[in-house]
C-alpha cells in the first residue's frame, strides 16, 4: 500500500501532462484522496461505466463502458486498471485513475468471452482474465501483454467450466482460480445449461506452464455448489464463496477455505448466518492486517465478518443488496445495488445518479 | 489484536427511504396465484401426463397408427400442460433434478439426442424400466427423450409392430414424467411444504422474510419466464438474419409444437399477472401500466395465434417469421413493463447486484 505523501511526490514529478485524459477538478480531487476504490456502475439513464471512489465515499470520476461490467484489477506497478465485461461480454477497458493514459478497450478473441474477472502478474508485466470457450464449454484463462498494448499472448486451460474469479497466490507463480462449473453459452444468454452435471472446482495452476498444480473438488453431494468468489487472507490461504445451485429450502455452508498442499473445507457457520445468505455469496474480501474476511449476499442482504483465524463470527449485518467489499483500515468499505457507499468507520452515503455492481476494489 | 469492526454502521437506515409506490405487496397476491394458476397449473399437467403414459401403454400393447397417432397427440397435450407451469422455478420441481428430468434443453451439445439414439440402437433394456431409467442422464428421461421416440426418425414403425422396444423405452419415459408431474402437484396441494412457507413469511422462514419478498417471486417468475421466451426459446432458434435461423435447434421442432409451447409459457405468465392480480388496485396514476401490460400480452398472442406449421416453414414464410421477430421484441417490452414499471409501483425494483447472480 502507497502512503499518501509517497503519491502526491510521484503525480507532482509525473508533469501537468500527466492528467491530460482527466477534467482539473477530477485530478485535485484524486490527488487529495487517501485511498481510491473503484466499481463498475449503472447509471440512472442506463449506462454503464467505473467509477473511482474516495475513502470517504466521494465520486472522483468515472470511465464510461460500452456494457455492463462486473470486477476491476489493477496494476500494482503501472497503476492502471483493468475493468472486463460482465459475462457473457466480450471487452474489457483499461484505465488510468489518475489520468496518465487514456482508456483502451481489449477485445475478446473470437470463440471467447470474457468471465468479468483477471489479475496481473506481480510485475505488471501480464494480464491474466477468466474466459468461456463457448463451443467447447472450456474454461481458459486468456494472457494478455500490457507492455504490447494487451495483445493477446497465450491461453490455458482452468480445467473446468465457468471460471470465475482469478487471484495471484503469494509468490506470483500460482494462479487460484475459481471454475463455478456452470455451462452457458451466449446464444443463450445467461441460461444455465448443465445444472444437473455441474462440477464446480477451485484449481491451482502454474502461470509459467500452465500446468495444474492442484484441483480442489467439493463432496458429490455439493455438486450444485458453484465457487465463484475468493480472497486471500495474510497467512496465504485461499477465502472462497459459493452461490448454490440447488433447491432454495437446502442451506448448505457457502464459505470455505483451501491452499496448495491442504485440503479444502468449508467453515461450519451457525445456521442463523447461512440462512441469511440465501444460497448466495456475492463477494469475498480479506482484511489481511486486521486478520479478517468479509462476505457478502446481496440476495440475503447480509454483510459478515469472519475472524480469518479461527473461523469465527466477528459481526453480522443486515444492508440491502450489500455485494462490493474492500479492505479499508481495519475494516471494509461496502457498496450497494441500491447505491449505497458504506466507508468503514464513516456515513454511509449514497450517490443520487448510481447503483453499484458487485465488486468494490482499492485501485489507489 | 482485533482492533473494533468499522464497517459502515449507518447502512441500515439508508433503505429506509423508499420512494413513493401505490401499490402494497400484499401476501393475498401470493394466495390467489397459487390457488388460481400454479395448483391447477400443476394439477393438469399431471393429469395430461398421466393420461400420456396410459396411451403408450395401450399403444405398446397394441401397436397401430391410431394409437400411434393418440399417443402423439397425449405427448402435445402434456407438453403443453408443462409450457404452462414451466415459467415457474420455485419449490419441490426445483428437487432431485426435476426440471431438467422433465427437459433437458437447450442441448447444446445434442448430448440428449445421441444418448437416445444410443439406447435405441443398443436397446438398452435398462431404459425401458422406470427404476433404472431414473438412475440414467437427466437428457433420457423427459420430453426431449419421449418426443424423438415418437416424432423422430424410425418413430413410424410405433404404429405397427416390431418395435417393441422403442416403444418400451417410451413408456418407461411416459412414465417418469406421470411420476414427477404427479409428485410435484402433490406437493403443491399440501400446504406443508412450498405453499406454506411462500404464504406465510416470518423472520424465521427459510425463504421470505417478509410480504415483499414473498411478492417479488411473482415478479421473478414473470421477468425470468420473459426471458427464458427470448433468450432461450425464440433466440435459440431465431438467426439475424433468415441465413443465421436455426429451425432443428427450435424446441420441440420435430412434433411442430414449438410456437404453441411458447404460447403456453406465456399463457401461464398472464395466468400468474392475472391470478395473483398484480394489476389490480394500481391507481388512477399507474392503470396505463396494467393496460399496456394487457395490451402487450394480447400483441403477443395475436402474433402467435395460428402460426401451426412446423417452425422450419414458418421460418421461411416472410410474414411469419416477421411475426415471430415481433414477439421477440414483445417480450423484451413486456419485460420492462412488469421488471421496471410495475414491481416499481409496489416499492419492488428488482435488485441489480442480485438479479441472476454472478
Not at chain 2, 396465484?33 to 393429469?47: E, G, L, S
Not at chain 2, 391410431?66 to 399417443?71: E, F, K, S, Y
Request: proline share 5%; with cysteine.
Amino acid at each position: 500500500m502507497r502512503a499518501l505523501i509517497e503519491r502526491r511526490d510521484f503525480l507532482k514529478a509525473a508533469g501537468a501532462g500527466f492528467f491530460a485524459a482527466m477534467a482539473p477538478r477530477a485530478a485535485l480531487a484524486t490527488i487529495a484522496a487517501d485511498a481510491v476504490f473503484a466499481t463498475a456502475y449503472k447509471d440512472r439513464q442506463g449506462g454503464f461505466g467505473v467509477a473511482v471512489l474516495s475513502e470517504d465515499a466521494r465520486l472522483l470520476h468515472t470511465v464510461p463502458l460500452p456494457d455492463r461490467g462486473h470486477d476491476i484489477t489493477s496494476d500494482p506497478v503501472s497503476g492502471r486498471s483493468v475493468a472486463f465485461a460482465r459475462r457473457p461480454g466480450q471487452f474489457a477497458v483499461v484505465f488510468d485513475h489518475r489520468g496518465g493514459s487514456p482508456p483502451q478497450t481489449i477485445a475478446a478473441a473470437p470463440g471467447r468471452h470474457f468471465f468479468g474477472h483477471g489479475v496481473f502478474s506481480p510485475d505488471g508485466r501480464l494480464l491474466y482474465a477468466t474466459e468461456n470457450d463457448f463451443e467447447a464449454a472450456a474454461g481458459l484463462i486468456g494472457i494478455y501483454d500490457a507492455t504490447e498494448g494487451f495483445k493477446r499472448v497465450g491461453e490455458f486451460p482452468t480445467h473446468g467450466m465457468d471460471p470465475h474469479e482469478v487471484l495471484m497466490m503469494p509468490g506470483g507463480r500460482t494462479l487460484a482460480i475459481a471454475n463455478g462449473g456452470i455451462e452457458t453459452h451466449p446464444d443463450f444468454g445467461r441460461a444455465k445449461l448443465n445444472l444437473a452435471t455441474m462440477e464446480p472446482s477451485l484449481v491451482f495452476v502454474d502461470r509459467e506452464t500452465g500446468d495444474l498444480v492442484e484441483k480442489h473438488s467439493l463432496a458429490a453431494d455439493l455438486h450444485q455448489l458453484s465457487i465463484r468468489h475468493m480472497d486471500i487472507d495474510g497467512s496465504g490461504r485461499v477465502w472462497f464463496g459459493c452461490q448454490y445451485e440447488g433447491p432454495a429450502t437446502d442451506r448448505p455452508q457457502l464459505i470455505g477455505t483451501a491452499r496448495p498442499g491442504e485440503e479444502g473445507k468449508l467453515v461450519a457457520l451457525p445456521a442463523d448466518i447461512v440462512g441469511g445468505f440465501r444460497n448466495y455469496i456475492g463477494s469475498v474480501a480479506a482484511n489481511r492486517q486486521a486478520g479478517t474476511v468479509a462476505v457478502s449476499s446481496p440476495q440475503g442482504n447480509r454483510l459478515v465478518v469472519i475472524e480469518a483465524k479461527g473461523g469465527k463470527v466477528l459481526s453480522d449485518q443486515a444492508m440491502t443488496e450489500v455485494c462490493g467489499l474492500a479492505p479499508e483500515d481495519a475494516g471494509f468499505m461496502a457498496t450497494t445495488g441500491t447505491g449505497a457507499i458504506a466507508p468503514a468507520g464513516r456515513k454511509t452515503e449514497s450517490l443520487p445518479g448510481y447503483v453499484w455492481d458487485n465488486h468494490l476494489l482499492r485501485i489507489g | 489484536m482485533l482492533r473494533p469492526l468499522l464497517i459502515g454502521l449507518a447502512a441500515a437506515t439508508f433503505c429506509a427511504a423508499p420512494m413513493a409506490h401505490a401499490a402494497e405487496p400484499s401476501i393475498n397476491a401470493v394466495k390467489a396465484a397459487i390457488d388460481n394458476y400454479v395448483r391447477p397449473a400443476y394439477a393438469a399437467f399431471a393429469q395430461r401426463s398421466v393420461a400420456a403414459a396410459k396411451t403408450m401403454e395401450a399403444l405398446c400393447q397394441a401397436p397401430s397408427p391410431d394409437r400411434l397417432a393418440a399417443a402423439q397427440d397425449a405427448f402435445m397435450q402434456a407438453a403443453g400442460a408443462w409450457s404452462f407451469i414451466e415459467p415457474v422455478r420455485i419449490g419441490p420441481i426445483t428437487e432431485d433434478n426435476r426440471l431438467e428430468r422433465l427437459l433437458f434443453w437447450p442441448d447444446r451439445r445434442s448430448r440428449g439426442l445421441k444418448q437416445v439414439q444410443g439406447i435405441l440402437a443398443g436397446k438398452d433394456e435398462t431404459a425401458a424400466s422406470l427404476a433404472s431409467l431414473q438412475k440414467k442422464s437427466v437428457a433420457m428421461q423427459g420430453f426431449g427423450a419421449l418426443e424423438f421416440i415418437l416424432f423422430g426418425t424410425g418413430s413410424e414403425a410405433l404404429g405397427q409392430d416390431g418395435a417393441s422396444f422403442r416403444c418400451a423405452y417410451g413408456q418407461a419415459v411416459a412414465d417418469n414424467i406421470a411420476q414427477i408431474s404427479s409428485a410435484v402437484s402433490d406437493e403443491w396441494a399440501s400446504q406443508d411444504g412450498i405453499a406454506g412457507l411462500w404464504t406465510a413469511p416470518s423472520p424465521d422462514n427459510p425463504l421470505y422474510r417478509d410480504d415483499a419478498e414473498a411478492v417479488s417471486e411473482l415478479f421473478d417468475i414473470l421477468v425470468h419466464g420473459l426471458e427464458m421466451v427470448r433468450d432461450v426459446r425464440i433466440d435459440g432458434f431465431l438467426g439475424e438474419e433468415p441465413a443465421d435461423d436455426r429451425p432443428k435447434r427450435a424446441l420441440y421442432w420435430r412434433s411442430g409444437q414449438t410456437i404453441a409451447s411458447i404460447r403456453q409459457n406465456l399463457g401461464g405468465m398472464l395466468a400468474v399477472y392475472d391470478g395473483a392480480g398484480l394489476g389490480d388496485n394500481l391507481g388512477d396514476d399507474a392503470e396505463w401500466i396494467d393496460g399496456s401490460i394487457r395490451f402487450e400480452f394480447a400483441n403477443l398472442e395475436r402474433a402467435l395465434s395460428d402460426l401451426d406449421a412446423p417452425i422450419a416453414e414458418l421460418l421461411a414464410d416472410e410474414t411469419a417469421r416477421g411475426r415471430i421477430v415481433y414477439a421477440r421484441i414483445v417480450t423484451s417490452g413486456l419485460s420492462d413493463l412488469v421488471g421496471t414499471g410495475l414491481s416499481g409501483e409496489y416499492g419492488l425494483t428488482a435488485g441489480f447486484s442480485s438479479l441472476d447472480g454472478d
